[in-house]
């Protein structure tokens, strides 16, 4: 099955006058990990927070082009980007559970705050997500003491499990991991195989070992441009490119 | 050279002790009156506080005995509706500059804020005057609750500003990710974690609220007998301590310490309150 659910067409974004993005193609395809690797400042999570339109949250920022969302194009001016945002999730760098609720709250905040009231629905939806994010063994007995007395590794994976609750098809994850041990990275690691089974998984990541372990594809994004964009196999076996071989063998970056 | 010290080490260890001891001295020369005052007021009042003290209301001259019941509820009712028309506009004040006034529009309304924080507060009294007391033609509680709002008003704007941008983005935008509305963003999540700083603020400017007289004067005026209704005067705590202390009688004028004496305590306890019970919410 290869159905693209997200592509990009000659999408280019700013920061005020500073071009971030420079005519990116590219797609994902359903049900598959799709890695984002580069240097710092090479304009991948701009990429990823276009795919959510959360790029133009921050005051000056803008983007232009085409983005598919299965047939849509989510710039187009039907889409309200807070409906989009419950159909395309995400996770940042540093895990951000909200510091005032408990886990149960966290993880039905997004529901919640959507209006939904019901507590057997609530509840049931807390438990999967919890289920689906690796985490409901850890923290079934204690639903209700503050996300933040978690540890680091437990956060982020409550945020995850907070981002499936509202049920997107696409998890977007910026760097989930840069602020984890290697343990917690391998759980959210593993985590990500059983994702993708009903979820398509975009992950930018600044280890590329995690990209080659995780991903069915990899691209590859220099100086706001993509370099080059495969399977990760070919990606990190036989690159087309010189700049991606030499990113690749740690030569720069 | 003794112990292979130089000179000028000694002489920098020196400067270091006296400069340490002129800060002490300082520190204490700024914390003394605070005490006298403290000890000063509980030996002049607590003569005159007793349960009828608490439980009856002014009486004329010449009989003895008297209180400040109607008074410290006056109080109360009056810093409410400070509080009912200051806290929200205060609190969306607060979370408006913090959140999109950094423009020009967000400097003025910012240095406007600083400089109603430093108003004479009887200013604010001479405004409510002219807006209630001139049109309604009777002095009222409503207006010098209108009066302590105005005062009360840049601290909370300040306060909500300060603890808002101290949220950090990372959070609101996990919450915009999950597909919530900007707004509910900032109700259910923003102004939800800065609320515990943010109600600080709120007790603090009550406590400074409680303490004012000049607002009050012309605006809520004075009762010697019990008033629930908002549109009449009523009697305050500071307007009566004010009454009774320029009397001429001994008695008033014990009684104006006993009430002195209540108020500090309410507002210490205020204070030390906020300062137990306001933990900061720590991010991430």
């Avoid at chain 1, 005032?100 to 939904?116: C, H, K, P, Q, Y």
């Avoid at chain 2, 000028?8 to 914390?31: G, N, Q």
């Avoid at chain 2, 109080?75 to 423009?103: N, Q, R, Y």
């Amino acid at each position: 099955m290869d159905e693209k659910i997200i592509e990009a067409i000659d999408l280019n974004a700013w920061f005020g006058e500073k071009q971030a993005l420079q005519n990116i193609n590219m797609y994902m395809q359903k049900n598959m990990v799709t890695a984002i690797i580069g240097p710092s400042g090479c304009g991948k999570s701009t990429f990823i927070r276009c795919i959510n339109r959360m790029h133009e949250t921050i005051p000056g920022a803008k983007a232009s082009g085409t983005l598919l969302f299965k047939t849509q194009n989510i710039y187009s001016r039907k889409i309200d980007p807070v409906i989009l945002r419950r159909q395309i999730g995400m996770v940042f760098q540093k895990p951000t559970p909200f510091p005032t609720m408990s886990i149960f709250d966290n993880v039905a905040a997004g529901l919640r705050l959507n209006g939904e009231n019901n507590k057997q629905r609530l509840c049931d939806a807390v438990e999967k997500s919890l289920q689906e994010a690796a985490l409901w063994n850890e923290v079934k007995d204690m639903l209700q003491k503050p996300g933040v007395s978690l540890s680091g590794g437990q956060q982020q994976r409550l945020c995850v499990a907070r981002a499936l609750a509202v049920k997107p098809e696409i998890l977007l994850l910026d760097e989930p991991c840069s602020a984890l041990d290697p343990i917690s990275t391998g759980k959210i690691e593993e985590l990500l195989h059983e994702l993708k089974k009903h979820l398509t998984i975009v992950i930018v990541t600044h280890n590329m070992q995690q990209a080659a372990r995780v991903a069915d594809f990899t691209s590859f994004f220099l100086l706001g441009e993509l370099v080059e964009f495969g399977k990760t196999k070919k990606i990190f076996t036989a690159p087309t490119d010189t700049r991606t071989e030499q990113y690749i063998t740690g030569r720069f970056g | 050279m003794e112990n292979g010290q130089p000179r000028s080490f000694k002489i920098r260890k020196i400067k270091e002790k006296v400069f340490l001891a002129a800060t002490m001295l300082a520190t204490l020369a700024a914390i003394v009156p605070l005490f006298s005052l403290l000890t000063y007021v509980v030996i002049k009042g607590i003569s005159s506080i007793n349960l009828d003290f608490f439980l009856h209301c002014p009486v004329p001259v010449g009989e003895s005995g008297g209180g400040m019941a109607n008074a410290m509820v006056g109080t109360f009712i009056i810093v409410s509706i400070g509080c009912l028309f200051s806290i929200p506009i205060g609190v969306l004040g607060g979370l408006w500059l913090a959140e999109w006034g950094k423009g020009k529009r967000g400097f003025y309304i910012r240095y406007a804020v600083d400089v109603m924080a430093g108003f004479p507060t009887i200013v604010f009294g001479i405004f409510a005057y002219m807006l209630f007391v001139l049109t309604m033609k009777r002095f009222s509680a409503i207006a010098g609750g209108f009066a302590l709002a105005l005062v009360m008003l840049p601290y909370i704007t300040k306060t909500t500003e300060e603890m808002v941008r101290m949220v950090p983005r990372s959070l609101k935008e996990s919450a915009l990710a999950l597909g919530l509305p900007e707004w509910k963003v900032m109700i259910f999540v923003v102004l939800r974690s800065a609320w515990s700083g943010i109600f600080t603020g709120i007790m603090l400017a009550v406590a400074r609220a409680a303490g004012e007289t000049a607002p009050l004067l012309f605006t809520a005026f004075n009762n010697m007998y019990w008033n629930f209704r908002l549109d009449q005067p009523m009697a305050s705590m500071t307007v009566q301590i004010y009454n009774y202390a320029i009397s001429p009688f001994e008695e008033w004028n014990n009684l104006a310490w006993a009430g002195s004496l209540t108020l500090v305590s309410i507002i210490l306890f205020i204070t030390l309150f906020v300062r137990k019970f306001s933990r900061r919410v720590t991010y991430g």
